[in-house]
């Protein structure tokens, strides 16, 4: 049977995080020389955007409009990995990956490809990624940035939540809390705690409702009960460049009820003429066959 997918022309490119963490993407370039390129964040879970059939299929949509692609694995691919920084080696993939650390790599993507040119730049952030958009923003407000896409962000802490169930769930972050304290924070977490493998570290850090990770608390409103003290949805609320919130509609990940969580973001962010949210049409949470339409609603959004 012949390869259907688009294989369209790319550049491996390496470079640096800003702590010095050796990193690695994909640059996809169109014909005609541009200034304008999207960086893709991927999620979590074991994610890799050389594994993706998206990746392709993303570059040549992007690359027929004219705008250059540049996916790439941030320190969270895959499962668990061994990372070099200059001669040192490091514990990365997502089970032990602190999502604050996003900042770093992002800066050092975007300082890949002001190097190269480019002075247009839209952040697209898909699943975790999305999280990360956010944090990116809320940590560094004055970046060279000019939009954010943000695809299908998701509530991880909630799903833990309902997982565990309430009760549970504050045992198993106290236990968390303890384990790094003790300096065990780099031992993983039993598989009945949690579905994907995780440190203690990371569990912390994903599930802490005060934490950095918390940022589409949904599962918080749709219960009425509140997990920590810090404000919900504060990480998106002080967005002032342009930004996209895109979910689809068969989304897996939001409890059943896209409307209702989209409707949630809405409410906490309010009316903001820089935001723009939107339901995808029988798009699930990886956009999955409907790579053409999603950056087609991008790119009309951009331009």
């Known amino acids: 049977m012949p390869h259907l997918l688009p294989e369209p022309p790319a550049r491996l490119v390496r470079f640096?995080?800003?702590?010095?963490?050796?990193?690695?993407?994909?640059?996809y370039e169109p014909k005609r020389p541009t200034k304008r390129a999207a960086?893709?964040?991927?999620?979590?879970?074991?994610?890799?955007?050389?594994?993706?059939?998206?990746?392709?299929v993303l570059a040549a949509e992007f690359l027929g409009n004219g705008i250059a692609y540049f996916p790439f694995n941030n320190r969270g691919a895959h499962v668990t990995r061994r990372l070099r920084a200059r001669g040192r080696s490091v514990q990365g993939g997502s089970a032990h990956e602190l999502i604050r650390d996003c900042v770093k790599d992002i800066d050092g993507a975007l300082r890949e490809l002001r190097r190269r040119g480019y002075t247009d730049i839209t952040?697209?952030?898909?699943?975790t990624g999305a999280n990360k958009v956010a944090l990116y923003d809320f940590y560094k407000p004055r970046n060279t940035?000019?939009?954010?896409?943000?695809?299908?962000?998701?509530?991880?802490?909630?799903?833990?939540?309902?997982?565990l169930g309430e009760?549970?769930?504050?045992?198993?972050?106290q236990k968390a809390r303890d384990m790094v304290k003790a300096k065990r924070g780099d031992e993983l977490v039993?598989?009945?705690?949690?579905?994907?493998?995780?440190s203690w570290r990371s569990f912390l850090d994903m599930n802490n409702p005060d934490g950095d990770y918390n940022v589409f608390p949904f599962l918080e409103v749709m219960r009425n009960i509140r997990l920590g003290r810090r404000p919900r949805f504060r990480h998106v609320k002080q967005l002032r460049k342009p930004a996209l919130f895109l979910y689809?509609?068969?989304?897996?990940f939001c409890y059943d009820d896209v409307p209702r969580c989209v409707a949630i973001l809405a409410e906490a962010i309010g009316p903001k003429p820089n935001v723009e949210l939107a339901i995808l049409a029988g798009a699930d949470h990886g956009f999955s066959g409907k790579e053409a339409e999603l950056v087609e609603t991008i790119v009309n959004w951009m331009v």
């Open 123 to 127: 952040l697209i952030g898909h699943s």
């Open 16 to 27: 640096e995080a800003t702590d010095n963490l050796e990193l690695v993407g994909l640059l």
């Open 39 to 56: 960086i893709f964040l991927h999620g979590t879970g074991g994610a890799s955007i050389f594994d993706s059939k998206r990746t392709n």
């Open 145 to 163: 940035v000019k939009r954010y896409v943000l695809l299908a962000g998701g509530d991880d802490t909630g799903m833990a939540l309902a997982h």
């Open 190 to 198: 039993p598989s009945a705690l949690s579905p994907m493998p995780l």
């Open 248 to 252: 689809g509609e068969r989304d897996e």
């Open 167 to 173: 009760r549970r769930f504050r045992t198993t972050l």
